[in-house]
């Protein structure tokens, strides 16, 4: 994994002044790329190419980027992994190519000789950002893998064209003056990321996954689709798989065990993080029966048993035999990753597991560079409480129309805690695979679901931090985006796949794969997620819901194939999030710091948001009457990244 950055001076630009920018750029992600680092410069083009390196295929000097092609009409700087370069290699060497080392990058620089560049593009499985230099045709193509696992950012300013893998490249360019979009801001407010393709950067996009661009010498950019998820799930809902569960269980076992042994290519380290849940423990059960010794597993462990995963994913790793490390960490550990944060994610990110995340990444990396992640699962195979009870109380909730109000009133008076000690002395009652955790919140958000006036709008209030962010953020208007999209709802009719679709091309790419490449890269770890193998994808969409989501049980398949190779008993428990008692820390350690940032008049100074709901929050969570950790940490986050970059 690398990290690339670069520009483009339409006209021309100077050697030593172009040489100079890309180096500061390159220099700002060297922890994407810590073994080898290169630029190359075109002046007379006004071309710059600046990489940072994680070798991981080919790792000696034929890897070196930027690369050139072997008839020196394309140059090259990647991130990510080829999945399927040895069959491209071995079509290219059919068709009279030659390679003068084994790396994957070397592939797509053959791929673009004998194809061309935005034609080789679509023929890429993996997880990439590529920037490629056409010197003959005088273009630029940015290309970004289907599912959004590696970040590209561009913009233009003035006569330049601007791009990196993280914001910090760019803010360093004396070109670049940082201006925050109070518009963005206002999407962040909701949803606690900044969504694909705005940036927190008045002017700087986000290339969108499964999209190439092509840049021209007149300034032009033109960005299209080569992989469209809506498409694809279009063409699955329309053309559904008759397949029995044990066709379906085979069919995916195998899908499963490519994808794995594919991501298992590496000439150095490798391992997979380890949670004990159904995800995790599918990918390394499939590594492991692929692998001649033990595969290396990591775990995170909190004292909290609330938060704590540590203990199934030992009953795991023992059952499988895997060569497992774990770390219980303190609290004050836990919290020491805190500052960190804003360097971390480049713009304001909210999702508090991005603390466990950095820590079993750090973890990893001290023993391997390369580390497989179950990600994805929740998604695709239906793991997400809401994807069964947001639908079944959907159903219900027309019986209640005339006293939503009334009972939703009625839930939200009784305290987040008082819920959980009410649901503790019930809980035995319930049977375990109903059971679940945080009662209190679940309550809490019943109440909002209650509130809702169509079945959009529930799925929307139930991934919203702040619901009405225009209000809160001064000056800004929060844009349109794919959730506001009626015609989603006439393509993809039921609710509970719906949900699953939006997730799939906002939640996933720009929460879940974000925290996770910012998490591992930080520490020049690779981490690789097999179960969003665009063909494990496509597949998927394929099945009958019933597949995935049957009766109250979710990812049913996925357990099935799970089930071949770990006993039901060790994996089956209530889902539990990857998360730190944020809420408790607010109350106690972290305290004095949250109430600087939440200062009344150092919001109104700010000018920014609107102290009032803000301050309302803060009380009421100090004194217990609701958990407001989800609204608090985004602006808490907000803060802390304006302190490090506007400051």
Known sequence: MCGLAGSWVWGGGHEHELRADVARMAATVTHRGPDDNGAWVDAAAGIALGFTRLAIIDVSPTGHQPMHSADGRFVIIFNGEIYNFRELRAELVARGHQFRGSSDTEVILAGCSEW????????????????????????????????????????????????????????????????????????????????????????????????????????????????????????????????????????????????????????????????????????????QAQSARPARTFSIGFHEDAYNEAESAKQVARHLGTDHTELYVTPAEARAVIPKLPELYDEPFADPSQIPTFLVSE????????????????????????????????????????????????????SPPAWDTIYGRLEGLIPRKLRVRNAGDKAHKLAEILRAGSADGLYLDLVSQWRGPGQLVIGGAEPATVLSDPAIRRDVHDFSERMMFLDLVTYLPDDILVKVDRASMGVSLEARCPLLDHRVVE????????????????????????????????????????????????????????????????????????????????????????????????????????ERWLA
Request: with cysteine; net charge positive.
């Open 116 to 287: 061309g560049a935005q034609a080789t593009v679509p023929r890429l499985w993996g997880m990439f950002a590529v920037v490629i230099w056409d010197r003959r045709e005088r273009t630029l193509t940015l290309a970004r893998d289907r599912l959004g696992k590696k970040p590209l950012y561009y913009a233009r300013i003035g006569n330049r064209f601007l791009f990196g893998s993280e914001l910090k490249a760019l803010r360093v360019h004396p070109a670049f003056v940082p201006e925050l979009d109070r518009d963005a801001l206002a999407l962040y407010v909701r949803f606690g990321y900044v969504p694909t393709p705005w940036s927190i950067y008045r002017g700087v996009r986000k290339l969108r996954q499964g999209c190439l661009a092509v840049v021209r010498e007149d300034g032009t950019f033109e960005e299209r689709p080569y992989w469209d998820a809506l498409q694809v799930v279009q063409a699955g809902l329309g053309n559904r798989a008759r397949l029995c569960d044990e066709e379906a269980v085979e069919e995916l076992d195998a899908l499963l065990r490519d994808a794995v042994a594919r991501r298992m290519i590496a000439d150095v380290p490798l391992g997979a993080f380890l949670s004990g849940g159904i995800d995790s423990s599918t990918v390394v059960a499939l590594m």
């Open 539 to 642: 597949w998927v969409w394929r099945l009958p819901l019933a597949l995935r989501l049957r009766g109250a049980r979710s990812k049913w398949l996925l357990r099935k194939v799970l089930d071949r190779y770990v006993p039901a008993h060790l994996v089956e428990r209530p889902k539990m999030g990857f998360g730190v008692p944020i809420d408790d820390w607010m109350r106690g350690p972290l305290r004095e710091w949250a109430e600087a940032l939440l200062g009344e008049h150092r919001l109104r100074q700010e000018g920014l948001l609107d102290p009032a709901p803000i301050r309302a929050a803060w009380t009421a969570h100090l004194n217990g009457a609701r958990n407001e950790q989800y609204r608090l940490w985004p602006v808490l986050m907000l803060q802390a990244w304006r």
């Open 363 to 414: 973890l990893a990396r001290r023993h391997v560079t390369v580390a497989l992640s179950g990600d994805g699962g929740d998604e695709l195979f239906g793991g997400y409480n809401r994807y069964i009870w947001a639908r079944s109380i959907w159903k219900r909730l027309r019986y209640l129309r005339p006293i939503r109000g009334v009972v939703a009133g009625a839930i939200k008076a009784v």
